[in-house]
C-alpha cells in the first residue's frame, strides 16, 4: 500500500503540472491503451496518483480537490486504502453519487478545460465525457496530454517479455483458419478490414501467449487486418526467431508497436471496423477511412470454445480439482484438530498461508502456469468484502468458526480455471448457515436452468437471485462471466447480470455461477462452479441449452439448512457430488479418496 | 373477411398509381399517425389493401409480388385470411425471414425507389428503413404519398365522435398538477416543451375519454406542451361546451386537428422534446427547432397508479369478477348437463355464444363501458391461436371435452380489466393437464417474485417461463404488460418480456401476468391475472417490491396435476382461492357463493 503521505505529495507534483496547462481536473481511469482490465504495471497511473489499486476506478484531481469513483467490490477496500489522502470515496450506483461530469462542474464552475490521456480511455467513453463535461457548463476536454510522464520518474517501462507459441493441439484451430473466419464475418458485414486493440482476442486470433500482464497470459499489441494483409504492431525483442517463422507462416506480418497510427494511416482499404467500446480515442481519431462501428466479431467467436478448447478444459479442472482435494482435506485436518481442544499445539494458519498452501498444491500440477488471479482468501468480516486481497498489513489468523471464503483460480496450458468455496471452519451462526444455504439455491437454480439458444444472461440472471430477494438480500456484482482458454479469467461479452447485456448464450460458452451475500463487518458467502453450455434438447420451439458443470470440487454441505433446499436442488446436490467423485477418485490416493467419498456424501445422508 | 378476389383488385388499382409515381415498392404499417397499437377504422389502410386485420402487420407490395409481416401471435390468422391472395406470409423472428428492404431489394433490384406515407410511421421508423434500403443496392424512399387517397374510395372519415371530461374522482389527479409535473420533468431534461403525439397519454394528462378506437377510449388529436401554452389539436367539433369550459378552466388552449404541423413551425422556445419512437415522421421533419430526442416522460407517469386509481382498479376488478363468477358458475352448468349424457337436449353453446353471455354479465355491472379488446375464446386447435377471434365463419360448437381458452376484459368507468382463464370442459389428454400445470406454474412464480425497486421485467420473464423451457416448450408473446386506467389495456414502457426493456419497475404499475403454451392444431392453454405492484420490505440493500394480485376469479384446479406443483405454489394457490372467495362472497347470492365456494377449495383437499 503506497502511504498517503506519498500520494499528497504526488497531487502537489500533478497540479503544478495542471497549472502550467491551465487545467481545471484531470481523469485518470484504470485501464490501458487496449482498454485491459488488469493492465502492467506501466499503465497503473490511477493507483500512482490515488494508492487505490482495486482493478476498478477512477480518480479525478482538481486544484483543491481529490475523488476516486469504483464499484461495490472495492467500496470497503478503497476506503481502506484512501485513509489519509485527500481523496474523498464516490460509490458508483449508490444514490446520491454524482457523475464524474457533475462533481468536476460543483469543483470547478463552468467553462474550464479538463484533462485525459487519450490512449488510456476508449473512443465511447471520451465521447460520452465530452457530452457530459458540456452539460456541466460548457466545460472541455483535452486528451493530448499525459501528465504522468512527468512526474511519474520511476514508472515501469511497458513490458518487452518474450512471446510463446500457443500448440494447435490446446488451440484446436490454426491461426490462418481463424483469420480466414473473421475476414469472412468482416465480409458479411460488408467491411473490408479492423483493428484489434483487445490483448485477449489478439492472443487467441494468433495463438500466442505473453506474460506481459499479471496473472493474463497475454502480450502488448495491436492487429491490423485488411482484406489482404494482417500486420502485428509490436516490440519487436518480444518475438523469438521461432515466432517470427511461425507468424510468417500464418501470413502474419510484422511491424514496430508505436507504428500502429502510421499503420492505420496508410491502411487504404474502403472502410474499416473499429468497436468504439475497445479502440482508444486517439488511435480511432488517426484514421482517415470510413469507420464502421462495430462489437469486434472475434469477442464472439472467442467465445464459443472448440472441441479442443473444452477438452483441455475438462483436463485442466480435473487438475484443479485434485489441488482443491487435497487443499479441503488439510483444512478439514486442520479443523479437526483444533475442534479437539489442541489449538495451542497447532500451526497457526492464516488467510496468507493458506493462499500459499493453496498455490503450492496446483504448482505441483502438470503444465501448471500460475495463478488467473490473486487469491481472494477472507476469513469472516473479511470475506464480505467482495474483491479482498490479504496483504501482510490485513492478513488476520484463522480460528475454528466461522467462514472462509476463498475465490481463486489457475492458469494450467490447457485451460483456465476460477472456483469459489465457502468453508466452515467450526461453529457456524444461524444467520450464516441461512445465508449459505439461499447462496446454494441460487447457484443450484443456475446450475439446473434450461434456456433457448441465444437468451441474454440477463434473463438469466434472477435464477441466482430470486431466494435472496424473497429475504430482501442481494448482491451487486454480476453472478458470472465467461472464461478463456489459458488466457483471461473475465471474458466478454456474454455475462449473468442485473444490467441489460444482450449478448447471446450459445453452445460451446464458459460461464461461471457465482452468487455471494456480503455483510458488511460479519461474513461473506461465494459459492462458485464454472459451468459449460450445452445442447439440451430441439423441440418445435427451437433450440434449447443446459449448463454442465466443469469445476470438479466438492461443496461443502456442513452448513446447509436441508428444509431451505428443493428437492430438485437436493437431487442436485447428490449428483454433483456423484459426478465430482467418480472423476477425480481415480486420480487420488486412499487417504484423499476416503476424505472425497465421505465430502461427496448424499446430503440427506449426512444430515 | 375481405374476400381475396377484392383484395387483389385493390392491388392492381394500387399499381397504377405506382407505375405513375415510379414506386417500385409500397410499405404499408399497421399504425396510425399517433403510433396507435389499434386504430380507428380511417387508418386500416394495412388491413384495406392485404385483408389482413392483426393489430401488428406491414403489407408490402412491388409491381409483381406482395408479402405480409406479422408476428408469432398471428401466423395462423394471417394464412387463413391471406388464402387466394397474391400475398406471401413473412414471419417474423423465424430463421430465414427477410427483413422488408431484404425482400425488396430481392424483388426490385439496385437503384429503385419505394413508398410510405411518413404520417404513419414514427421517425425512428423511417430512419432505420431508410438506413436498410440504402444497404440493398441504395434503395431510396419517398414519404410524402399516400395513395390509398385515390383508391380507397370510401375509406371512413377521422372519427368525430365527443369527447367526455374524466371525473377527478376517478382519475385521482387534476389536469393542471399533471401539466406542473410534465413541466417540472421536462425542465430536468432541460427541455422548454414537447408534442404528445400517443392518444392514451393525451387522454391521461387532460383527464379526458373518448370513443375513437374501438375499445380504447381515446381520441384523435395532439398536444404541445411549451413553457408558457399548452394547446390540444383536435377536430373542435368533438368537444361540448362543457369541455371547452373545462380545457380553458385547466389552462388548455384548442386548436384545429390539421394545425398542429402550423402549431409546431410556431413554436419559438430554444428546444422540445420529441419522441422518436412516437412522433410522425412528417411532423419531426417539420420541427424548426433544437429537437431533444428522449421518452416522452408521460409515459412513465401514467403508469404509476395514484391512490384514487388504484382503488377504481380494485373497484373495477371486484365487479369484473362477479360477472366472471356467474359466467364460470354457467359454463359448470352447462358442462354438468352434458356430462350426464343430456347433449342432445342442451342448448349449443359456441366460441362466439359465450362470449356475448360474458358481455352480457359484464354489461350488468355499474360503471361498465364496453369491453377492452374483442374477447378471444378458443376452443380446442382455436385456443392455440394466440390472438384468436371467432367469427361466424370459424365459430365452433363447444363439446364437453377438452379445453376453452378465455381471454376478455371490459372498460369500466373506473379501471380496465384484462383476464384470462383457460377452463376445461370435460376430460382431457394428459398432454393438456401437464402443460396447464406447467403454465400455471409459470403464473404462480411471477404471483410469488420479491425484487429490487427498478428491476426491468426483461430480468424477472424467465419466472414465468423456466418451467416450461425444462420441457423444450416456450411462447413467442411476453408475460405481461401494463394496464391503463379506463384507458388501453395495453400499456407501456414497463413489460415482462424475453426481449430487453429497460423500463424499470416500481410501486404502483399494474401489469399482467400471463404465461401461456400454443400447440398448432391441438390446444391453448394461457392463465392470467392482472396484478399491482407494492413495495415488500427495505433492507441494507434496498427497497423490494412484490406482486398483489388485482384480479378476482378462480384459476381452474381441475387439470392441475398436483405433484407438478412446489408447496409455495399450492399454498399460493390456496391462498389466492382464499381472497378471492372472501372479497366476492358478499357480493353473490347463495347458489353463486356456493358455487364459488366449490371453486376455492384448497387444492390438496380437491385432488
Known sequence: MIKSGIVNQRLQDLREVMQREHLAAFIFPSTDPHQSEYVADHWKGREFISGFDGSAG????????AALWTDSRYFLAAEEQLKGTEYQLMRLKIEGTPTIAEWIGRECGAGVEVGIDGWCSSASEIRDLIADLR????????????????????????????????PLQYAGEATHDKIT??????????VDGMLMSALDDIAWTLNLRGTDVHCNPVFVSYLLISSKDVTLYINKVKLSPEVVTYLNAEGVGVASYE?????????????????????????????TREIVEAESPVKRMKTVKNEREIAGFKSAMLKDGIAMVKFLKW?????????????????TESEISVSKRLEALRAE???YRGLSFDTIAGYQAHGAIVHYEATPETDIPLQPEGFLLLDSGAQYLDGTTDITRTVALGPLTEEQKRVYTLVLKGHIQIELCKFPSGASGTQLDILAREALWREGLNYLHGTGHGVGTYLNVHEGPHQFRMEWKPAPLVAGMTITDEPGIYLAG????????????????????????????????????????????????????????????????????EAETAWLREACQPIKKKL
Not at 58 to 65: E, F, G, R
Not at 265 to 274: P, Q, S, T, V
Not at 549 to 557: E, M
Open 58 to 65: 477512477t480518480a479525478v484531481v482538481t486544484m483543491n480537490s
Open 135 to 166: 452539460q456541466q457548463g460548457g466545460l472541455t476536454l483535452r486528451t493530448n496530454l499525459d501528465p504522468l510522464r512527468m512526474i511519474w520518474r520511476d514508472c515501469p517501462t511497458i513490458p518487452e517479455n518474450p512471446v510463446e507459441i500457443y
Open 181 to 190: 473466419r473473421i475476414r469472412r464475418a468482416l465480409r458479411e458485414q460488408h
Open 259 to 287: 507504428n500502429v497510427s502510421k499503420g492505420l494511416k496508410d491502411y487504404f482499404e474502403y472502410n474499416i471496423l473499429l468497436d468504439p467500446n475497445e479502440v482508444n480515442y486517439v488511435l480511432f481519431k488517426s484514421v
Open 331 to 347: 483444512v478439514d485436518e486442520w479443523k479437526e484438530e483444533s475442534g479437539k481442544g489442541k489449538e495451542n499445539s497447532l500451526t
Open 365 to 367: 500440477q502438470p503444465l
Open 522 to 589: 460479519k461474513f461473506g458467502v461465494r459459492i462458485e462452479n464454472t459451468l459449460l453450455i450445452t445442447p439440451y434438447k430441439e423441440t418445435e420451439f427451437g433450440k434449447f441449452l443446459q449448463f454442465e458443470p466443469l469445476t470438479l470440487c466438492p461443496i461443502d454441505t456442513s452448513p446447509v439448512i436441508s428444509d431451505l433446499l428443493l428437492p430438485e436442488e437436493m437431487a442436485w446436490l447428490d449428483s454433483y457430488h456423484q459426478f465430482v467423485y467418480d472423476t477425480l477418485a481415480p486420480h487420488l490416493d
